[in-house]
């Protein structure tokens, strides 16, 4: 009489770390930070050095001091991640950052209007940032729960089975000119857009790096000098030299 035994070595780890959902979200946050690193760490770095960016020499290292930065980064992310990831983890890592951007893009938009509502006196300002404060976490909570769906982590497996996320080509001589001239179609519709945006004067407007102020600091975007000319005129001579 044959017994079958069942091998539990095999079964599946319980731990909160190993779910492919934690760790998309613990990636998003990775890419995020990692972004934050370069983007705003290293020039703030150069500024706290008394490096000045705008000569040849400061501008140059600068570039290279974020080249390095990028390539340290994506070394380490891929470390962590592992040379076989769970299925799902990369593609998983791509939407949840795409959705906390979102989130964060929603959060600034309510608490603008928080900010308006307070400085119109319809609102106290406690009340404008606590209601600015609810709605980024109703929005990143909402982005989290969503993540979290079973139906989301089959849509985002279905979604790295079509091999967006690896390197490795799947018959890569079929339909090889077809492929290049999606991309060169791509690129066309880009640059015209890109082309479009600079001959109208859109990319010219606003501050010239691309930051978003936040709301409740006293921090606001100028896009005319008339829009602070009164304010500037009601200053001492030795502040307004300063502005």
């Known amino acids: 009489m044959a017994v079958a035994i069942k091998n539990t070595s095999g079964a599946p780890s319980t731990s909160l770390l190993d779910r492919p959902a934690v760790m ?9 930070g990692a972004l934050g690193l370069v983007f705003e760490g290293v020039p703030a770095l150069w500024d706290w050095l008394g490096i000045r960016t705008t000569t040849i020499l400061g501008g140059g290292s600068l570039a290279v001091a974020m080249l390095v930065a990028t390539a340290a980064l994506l070394v380490l ?5 592992g040379s076989k990831p769970t299925p799902g983890v990369k593609a998983g890592i791509f939407v949840g950052t795409i959705g906390l951007l979102l989130a964060l893009l929603l959060a600034r938009w309510a608490s603008l209007w928080c900010e308006y509502w307070v400085d119109a006196g319809t609102m106290s300002r406690p009340t404008g940032m606590i209601l ?9 909570g909402g982005i989290l ?17 079509m091999g967006w996320f690896t390197n490795a080509g799947y018959k890569p001589l079929q339909g090889l000119r077809v492929r290049r001239l999606t991309v060169l179609g791509i690129l066309l519709l880009v640059g015209a857009g890109i082309w479009t945006l600079y001959s109208h004067g859109t990319l010219t407007r606003g501050a010239t790096d691309w930051k978003m102020n936040i709301p409740f600091t006293g921090t606001v975007a100028l896009t005319h000098f008339g829009d602070v000319e009164p304010w500037l005129k009601g200053l001492p001579a030795e502040r307004k030299s300063r502005v």
Request: proline share 2%; no cysteine; net charge negative.
């Open 145 to 161: 729960y969503g993540l979290y769906e079973p139906w989301t982590q089959k849509q985002v497996l279905r979604l790295e089975e």
């Open 24 to 32: 998309s979200l613990l990636g998003a946050l990775f890419l995020l």
């Open 77 to 81: 992310g891929g470390w962590l991640l």
């Open 132 to 140: 600015a404060g609810v709605a980024a976490a109703v929005f990143v």
